[in-house]
């Protein structure tokens, strides 16, 4: 602050512009982000208390709708679908490493086929649902010809209540792999040549070249495939609307989705209860994005 | 946006030159209409009806808006309260109930007092009432029953069944003949809905089967327990397509299409996809379900589509006019033939289209359904009730041995739905 004390007059904004320009800057996100995202969850909170329609008067039931919750045999499916999400959906991360290593090298044409693995996550998850669906069609589809072909009995995936959440996160994971896929190709890019050249001198190679030298230095696509990752189970909407519709008798929901049914579909009209539901799902949210934020405040602070 | 302020803005110019000429014939002034009529042939149907309506008025400012029909079931919430229009197309009875309630439409009674509509519409007055009052007009309706295959039920040396024990006796050959009897999708729910509706009124009449719905009786009970059982029979014969929770009631329909499955249990509107697919009104047929406690009068599922003014319209008296017009004879008589709509009219004015499955169904309806008429499962039952019960239906359907926790399970429910 030298400059302001050699007596001259200064406006108020001059002795203060160093620090009022990032705010300025940051208003109308922040203004956006108070308005969109921080008052609907203080709005969800409150609206977990009533009953309500959606059209007549809300009506204050305390903690009712949340007395109901823990009853209800649907909301303990979806959650536990929601951890089977989580945890099987990880398997895109492995997944996409292995496929960035393999296509991580110089051939001709290696353009096209890096395209080609990457075709399904451009492609919209409509799309692949429906894909699956066909795949798994107990009629026509593809996978009980090849059951069959190798003496297998048919399976209806979609139709059993043991097999349908596991068959939609195989449909999941084909753009998320192609997704985890393009980030460890671009992080493969930063890997120093150097520091491998120095492990194959000391007699590094194959698996311990792998895990000692460039996993440690793909840490930061790591920990970007891995909340990308996370963000996709949780948000598991669209493929379970599109290829089962919650079914077989609400066997493949997810919380996301039985909110949106209770809530918003065509037969739902319990919009307290959607948002104690919403209340659970942001809960199992904050755990992630705290931690999350953790690591990133503890990166941050390390440099 | 911008469109909507430039029709206001042509509007109130309009409304503006109106007032100063005068009174010559028709309505002058607004009308908007939402529809949910979003399939090709009734949108063609309704887009020609409204600019019918235009030609008798040409002073009148229509403005149509067309919504995709599974989107208008979540947006109608909204329109109704923020944005009203003069006539928005719904559905009758129970799901109506919600908007009746919450004073969202326009008690429409003064309608149907004296005798051109309250007589000519007597068929379907009760399914537009609630409290003893009208909230709206029907435009269309349309009979369920089996359609089936009858170059199949000829080959195998079937006739149309009139009982139970010849329905599953058929069924029998149909099995041993490596077929299956009925095919079903029940992916989105409601199909299993129309089979249980049958049942239970064919197995306990229909006051039971609305007292049910209406929470008047309880799921797990003996009554309800013998229509699960008629249920099991044909589950437990192998009657259903395998697999039908994987498909839509679309889906379903090549099994019949390929002669894999002999029948199903649907509505009109499963005629126009089966020719399209290339069955002759000689491989295709309909018979009413049969009866099963011999004794009970028939009762029959035919859901009606109407029309209704919510209470925030802006222009009424315009809007009364074209309900009016809506159910008149004439009218009724073309937007249900089977080169529109291919439904019933409402009107007993009017007179059916020349098709085989309108003359049976509107015959059906008229002369052999003395129990009453119901409007479907899902339109009868609260939504939230209709959710959980046809998901019920469903696994029983898959896994008939749960049915004591599907029962179980639809108390508890009931007990929080109709508390009040």
């Not at chain 2, 169904?361 to 119901?374: H, I, R």
């Amino acid at each position: 602050m030298a400059y302001t004390t050699d007596g001259h007059q200064t406006s108020w904004w001059h002795r203060n512009q160093q620090q009022l320009t990032p705010w300025l800057f940051l208003a109308p996100g922040i203004l956006f982000f108070l308005f969109y995202v921080i008052f609907p969850i203080f709005q969800s909170f409150n609206l977990s208390l009533y009953e309500w329609d959606g059209l007549g008067e809300a009506e204050f039931v305390g903690l009712y709708n949340y007395e109901e919750l823990s009853w209800d045999d649907a909301f303990y499916t979806s959650l536990k679908n929601n951890v089977i999400w989580l945890v099987l959906y990880l398997a895109a991360i492995p997944a996409g490493l292995f496929i960035a290593l393999f296509l991580n090298q110089t051939v001709t044409g290696i353009r096209l086929y890096k395209s080609l693995f990457f075709f399904p996550f451009v492609i919209s998850q409509v799309v692949v649902g429906l894909v699956f669906t066909w795949f798994y069609d107990p009629t026509f589809g593809i996978l009980n010809v090849l059951l069959g072909s190798v003496g297998l009995p048919p399976i209806n995936v979609l139709g059993d209540e043991n097999w349908v959440t596991i068959g939609i996160i195989v449909a999941g994971l084909w753009p998320q792999t192609a997704y985890c896929m393009i980030l460890y190709l671009t992080g493969l890019n930063a890997v120093d040549p150097e520091q491998i050249e120095a492990g194959r001198l000391d007699g590094a190679k194959g698996w311990r070249m792998l895990w000692y030298i460039i996993i440690p230095q793909l840490r930061p696509a790591t920990f970007i495939a891995f909340v990308v990752t996370i963000i996709g189970a949780l948000r598991s909407f669209d493929l379970i609307s599109i290829m089962t519709n919650g079914g077989p008798f609400g066997a493949s929901r997810v919380l996301s989705f039985y909110m949106f049914e209770v809530a918003l579909s065509e037969y739902g009209f319990r919009m307290g209860y959607g948002a104690a539901i919403a209340v659970v799902l942001f809960l199992i949210m904050l755990m992630f994005i705290a931690y999350f934020l953790w690591s990133m405040y503890k990166e941050e602070k390390a440099r | 946006m911008r469109s909507m302020l430039k029709t206001s803005a042509a509007a109130l110019a309009f409304f503006a030159t109106a007032t100063g000429g005068a009174f010559a014939d028709g309505l002058t002034g607004d009308l908007k209409i939402f529809l949910d009529t979003s399939n090709p042939a009734p949108r063609a149907t309704m887009e020609k009806m409204i600019a019918d309506f235009q030609a008798e008025n040409p002073d009148l400012n229509i403005e149509t808006t067309v919504i995709d029909r599974e989107a208008y079931k979540t947006q109608i919430r909204n329109f109704l309260t923020a944005n009203a229009p003069d006539v928005a197309t719904w559905y009758a009875a129970n799901r109506m109930r919600p908007y009746v309630e919450a004073g969202l439409f326009e008690d429409v009674s003064d309608l149907w007092d004296g005798t051109e509509i309250g007589e000519n519409l007597a068929s379907t007055k009760g399914a537009l009432t609630i409290d003893g009052k009208q909230w709206g007009v029907p435009y269309t309706y349309y009979q369920w029953g089996v359609y089936y295959r009858k170059d199949i039920f000829d080959e195998l040396g079937l006739t149309e069944p009139t009982t139970w024990e010849e329905e599953k006796a058929n069924c029998q050959k149909i099995i041993d003949a490596g077929k299956k009897c009925y095919t079903i999708g029940t992916k989105f729910l409601w199909t299993a809905g129309g089979w249980f509706d049958y049942l239970n009124m064919r197995t306990n009449g229909f006051d039971f089967h609305m007292d049910l719905l209406q929470g008047k009786e309880k799921w797990d009970s003996e009554k309800v327990r013998a229509t699960f059982a008629n249920w099991r029979e044909l589950i437990d014969m192998g009657a259903f397509i395998d697999n039908h929770q994987t498909y839509s009631w679309q889906e379903a329909l090549p099994f019949m299409v390929q002669g894999d499955a002999a029948a199903y249990l649907m509505g009109n509107f499963a005629v126009a996809p089966l020719r399209d697919a290339g069955l002759t009104d000689d491989q295709l047929d309909f018979y009413q379900f049969v009866e099963i406690t011999p004794g009970i009068e028939k009762a029959e599922d035919a859901p009606t589509d109407t029309f209704h003014i919510p209470a925030n319209a802006q222009n009424k008296e315009n809007a009364r006019e074209f309900l009016k017009y809506v159910v008149s004879p004439d009218v009724q008589t073309w937007i249900n033939d089977g080169k529109n709509l291919g439904q019933l009219p409402v009107n007993a004015k009017s007179s059916v289209d020349q098709d085989k499955f309108l003359e049976q169904g509107f015959e059906m309806l008229s002369t052999n359904s003395p129990g009453g008429v119901a409007q479907f499962f899902d339109r009868d039952a609260p939504a939230e009730m209709a959710k959980v019960a046809m998901e019920g239906m469903q696994e029983f359907m898959v896994k008939p041995d749960n049915l004591d926790k599907i029962l179980a399970r639809l108390d508890r429910s009931a007990k929080r739905i109709y508390k009040d």
